[in-house]
């Protein structure tokens, strides 16, 4: 059973540009949410995707876009890259059921650099 | 809101010696709480979790977690650390006037030496 996967796991971009990251929920996992992790800081919430809606957003400019498919995978779109975007970005899981007290499963990141 | 602190950025600890990481949390109403562990390179592993019960909680590699609600604390321990419990541990809480969405301390390092 493969867990939560996330593509590209490195990638580098210049201020202004923009990108694309995508993630594959765990099997049987309807809920996909996106976190940012700066480096020496804990992950902070993006957004939250349930039944291809976004329903829950954290504290981040509409730079920050999303997008959940019928086959519950992701993406999360930045536009006008800054220096300051620069994190491990991570995609986390869970069955909509299990939302309250249930764990996240996280994919490994997508490590963007913004020169 | 809901938040959480780590009062320390690491913690060291000899092989084969107990181990505390620190963890308080604030929220309003019932705290859902959450040890996440992370390696070099890599995403978040759960650890264990507090709900409701028993303040003691056992989770994955032999760690446990203390509840304690008038300390407001969540502090996780383990009787006896390997060199390979050495990460990068963060501490949760669960929002709960969302959805599934947690809010994280900013870490702790756990260097175990030989």
């Known amino acids: 059973d493969a867990g939560v996967t996330q593509s590209p796991t490195h990638l580098i971009k210049t201020r202004g540009q923009q990108v694309t990251l995508r993630c594959s929920p765990k099997s049987g996992h309807d809920t996909v949410s996106w976190y940012q992790q700066a480096l020496g800081q804990g992950p902070q919430f993006i957004f939250q995707y349930y039944e291809e809606e976004e329903r829950q957003r954290g504290n981040f400019p509409d730079r920050f876009s999303g997008h959940q498919f019928p086959n519950y995978s992701s993406e999360l779109n930045v536009n006008a890259l800054l220096l300051g975007d620069s994190a491990l970005y991570l995609c986390?899981?869970?069955?909509?059921?299990?939302?309250?007290?249930?764990?996240?499963?996280f994919g490994e990141g997508s490590r963007l650099t913004v020169l | 809101a809901q938040s959480v602190a780590q009062p320390e950025d690491q913690v060291n600890v000899a092989e084969g010696n107990p181990l505390t990481v620190k963890c308080t949390y604030s929220?309003?109403?019932?705290?859902?709480l959450f040890w996440y562990v992370q390696y070099p390179n890599r995403g978040l592993q759960f650890l264990l979790k507090y709900i409701t019960g028993d303040n003691l909680v056992k989770g994955s590699y032999g760690f446990e977690a203390e509840f304690n609600k008038s300390q407001t604390s969540f502090h996780l321990k383990k009787p006896s650390a390997l060199v390979s419990d050495s990460a990068l541990y963060f501490c949760a809480v669960r929002d709960m006037a969302g959805y599934s969405t947690l809010t994280f301390g900013k870490g702790t390092m756990l260097l175990v030496s030989p």
């Open positions: 929220v309003s109403g019932n705290p859902y």
């Open positions: 986390a899981s869970s069955p909509e059921g299990n939302t309250k007290t249930g764990e996240l499963f």
